[in-house]
């Protein structure tokens, strides 16, 4: 009878280190887990960089050079500008995707698209594709080059060399 309590005791004991080994491996795998893996919304820590928020921006080298952007947490934004401020096409508002440059915290790359349509006729005239690299210049300013390149509605390019500007932009503020 002895035997059999200390032999049930044993098996006792052993489930329960097997148990507890059991979690200390599940326990250990997670904290590691946990410690190794970003959750889906720290997966891009720099998301909250100084680009996001509402800007006012000199478009050197553009048509109309005083444009509005806001740039979104997602990656996304909107630029505008006045819808007379080109006599010729409708292009006032583009909107486009950015990313931070994976070799430079401080620089942000991105593109936009306009639609425009001849002010006179109404008519489909051109897909404006804009190409930008901005380099934050403190929490409230950034400036760099772009590139802008018009398509005609059938795809074919308009300009043989893209048209180059600067874009300078401070920060919209309360």
Do not use: C
């Not at 326990?27 to 590691?32: D, E, K, N, P, T």
């Not at 887990?33 to 997966?43: K, L, N, R, V």
């Not at 553009?62 to 996304?76: C, G, I, K, L, R």
């Not at 300013?141 to 300009?159: C, I, L, M, R, V």
């Amino acid at each position: 009878m002895k035997q059999e309590v200390s032999t049930q005791k044993r098996h006792t004991w052993r489930n329960l280190l097997g148990v507890l080994l059991a979690l200390l491996i599940v326990g250990g795998l997670g904290v590691w887990i946990g410690s190794h893996a970003m959750p889906a919304q720290a997966a891009t820590p720099q998301t909250n960089i100084s680009i996001i928020g509402s800007w006012l921006v000199q478009a050197k080298g553009a048509p109309f050079a005083q444009h509005v952007m806001v740039f979104s947490s997602d990656h996304t934004f909107l630029i505008d500008n006045p819808e007379a401020g080109d006599t010729h096409t409708s292009d006032s508002l583009g909107a486009g995707a950015w990313k931070l440059d994976p070799q430079h915290a401080d620089r942000v790359l991105g593109v936009f698209e306009e639609i425009n349509a001849d002010r006179s006729t109404g008519h489909y005239t051109s897909q404006l594709t804009v190409t930008f690299q901005l380099f934050m210049q403190g929490a409230n300013a950034f400036s760099g080059p772009a590139e802008a390149t018009y398509y005609n509605p059938d795809g074919t390019k308009q300009n043989d060399q893209p048209y180059p500007a600067t874009l300078t932009g401070v920060r919209i503020q309360p």
